[in-house]
Nanobody
């Protein structure tokens, strides 16, 4: 089993920064991602990182957000800088767990939510202009 628990959501002014954390427990986790969902919108991918430390971002956050994990891969972070009102959403941590070894295929279309088989409960981020 995999457990994901997000924290760090808050209300900030536009231009400010927040650092989200996701506590990760479980084995053979090959891909971790951050997703978000604003009211009335579909869930969208934000960023992903695989077991080989490769990262990718959706275009709207490139240069502003950074995804990272600690060396033990027990905590996933999302550093969010230069926040905009359109970043307001519930942010979810998600994981892909494999039966077997992680491989290069895990980084094929890493921002597709259908790849992920475990999800956290979410943390609210509100950015006011």
């Amino acid at each position: 089993q995999v457990q994901l628990v997000e924290s760090g959501g808050d209300s900030v002014q536009a231009g400010g920064s927040l650092r989200l954390a996701c506590s990760v427990s479980g084995s053979t986790i090959c891909l971790l991602g951050w997703f978000r969902q604003a009211p009335g919108n579909e869930r969208e991918a934000v960023a992903a990182i695989d077991s080989f430390w490769r990262t990718t971002y959706t275009n709207s956050v490139k240069g502003r957000f950074t995804i990272s994990q600690d060396n033990a891969k027990s905590t996933l972070h999302l550093q969010m800088n230069s926040l905009k009102s359109e970043d307001t959403a519930v942010y979810y941590c998600a994981a892909v767990r494999r039966i077997g070894n992680c491989n290069n295929n895990d980084f094929v279309r890493p921002l597709e939510s259908s790849k992920y088989n475990y999800w956290g409960q979410g943390t609210q981020v509100t950015v006011s202009s």
